[in-house]
């Protein structure tokens, strides 16, 4: 692009200093989505190029939606879409302003740009890393993705939780890719999926062209878990919950589909408290004895009724953990950079460094008993 071709856009007010523009060569921004509040200029265009833009635009805006050429006289003409295809040579310059375009039903937020980018690193000339990639190698990567959406979330930082749903969302599109390639779903076919199944799931909100209530709604009565268990014809309660779950996580759902039944009401305090004292005093007494028959499968059993206990309070067990553990991970860390200041170049023992925790600990306990409300017991880290 040169000199001559930016002054004639601006004759042509197709450069505005109250909007982005972004200017790309050949290729380039061809696989980034269009954004309502940027202008494009593409210039570089040969044959091949000009063809891969034509389908972009083609496949995101409607026919009679607008774009400026550039031919080869440096002339600007407006051009129809469904002209395009026809009679147009490859352009000089082409210029797309999205907020003067009207999309396709599902042009704003199309797939096809990631899928574009997924199928050249997969293709012939893509990426050898991917290419050797299965379901089963990604499951790690997977989860990591997934972690770190929940970080970005308690972090409460809005730009971290896009790009980390950006990172989710591309796990999903790389194993549908792989499925299709292996002949077994498409991408499409996770949409309609989710999207039959969120409707048949919320039958009373979901209805017919003509306002009657569909199949589904006679079911309303029915709850989450049933509508679930039917639709995949399941015979117990708890088979469909994933064994591989973090174990927390995994009781408090196991808790919450069985008192879903009924089988478990809500308890009061005292009912609760009784309940994991019995087992404290079981464990222990256990524990005391050096009784190992039965000890692991009591604390396990201790640790679930205690999860039940915090689920019976209305609150989330996983959470306040997690809440607990990244506090801990703060006061251990200040008394360390405290201990590292007071003792700079010493070298301590096992035995110092218990006996400087222990007095943390217990200077810790007594601020928080003066603190604590009547009645209540403190802390003890």
Excluded at 27 to 46: H, M, N, Q
Excluded at 115 to 140: F, I
Excluded at 367 to 374: D, I, K, L, Q
Aim: charged share 30%; with cysteine.
């Amino acid at each position: 692009m040169t000199e001559a071709d930016i002054q004639v856009l601006i004759q042509n007010h197709l450069i505005s200093f109250n909007r982005t523009v972004i200017f790309a060569e050949g290729k380039a921004s061809l696989v980034e989505p269009f954004r309502e509040d940027t202008d494009l200029v593409v210039s570089g265009l040969d044959s091949g190029t000009w063809s891969l833009w034509k389908e972009r635009l083609q496949k995101t805006y409607e026919n009679d939606s607008v774009i400026q050429i550039m031919d080869s006289q440096r002339r600007m003409m407006p051009v129809r879409l469904e002209a395009v295809g026809k009679e147009i040579s490859v352009p000089r310059l082409l210029v797309i302003r999205p907020d003067q375009m009207k999309n396709k039903p599902s042009g704003r937020y199309s797939l096809e740009p990631l899928e574009e980018v997924m199928n050249t690193l997969l293709g012939e000339g893509g990426c050898p890393w991917d290419k050797a990639q299965t379901h089963k190698s990604l499951r790690t990567y997977f989860i990591q993705e997934v972690y770190e959406v929940i970080d970005a979330i308690d972090e409460g930082n809005p730009e971290h939780l896009q790009e980390e749903l950006g990172d989710c969302l591309y796990q999903i599109i790389f194993h549908s890719a792989l499925a299709e390639r292996e002949g077994l779903f498409t991408l499409q076919d996770v949409v309609q999926g989710v999207v039959r199944k969120m409707k048949s799931r919320h039958p009373g909100i979901f209805r017919d062209n003509v306002g009657q209530v569909s199949d589904g709604a006679a079911k309303d009565k029915l709850s989450w878990e049933d509508r679930k268990n039917e639709a995949k014809n399941r015979k117990h309660l708890l088979d469909g919950v994933p064994k591989c779950l973090p174990s927390l996580l995994l009781a408090c759902i196991i808790q919450k589909k069985v008192s879903s039944t009924e089988v478990r009401t809500t308890r009061n305090v005292h009912e609760i408290s009784v309940d994991i004292q019995r087992s404290l005093t079981s464990c222990f007494k256990k524990v005391g004895d050096k009784c190992k028959d039965g000890t692991d499968n009591e604390l396990g059993r201790l640790l679930f009724v205690f999860a039940a206990a915090v689920l019976d309070a209305g609150k989330d067990p996983e959470l306040l953990l997690h809440e607990y553990c990244m506090e801990y991970i703060r006061m251990f860390t200040a008394w360390e950079t405290e201990i590292q200041a007071k003792y700079s170049g010493a070298k301590l023992s096992g035995s110092q460094i218990r006996n400087l925790w222990a007095v943390h600990c217990r200077k810790k306990n007594a601020t928080e008993s003066e603190e604590t409300p009547n009645g209540c017991e403190p802390r003890f880290i």
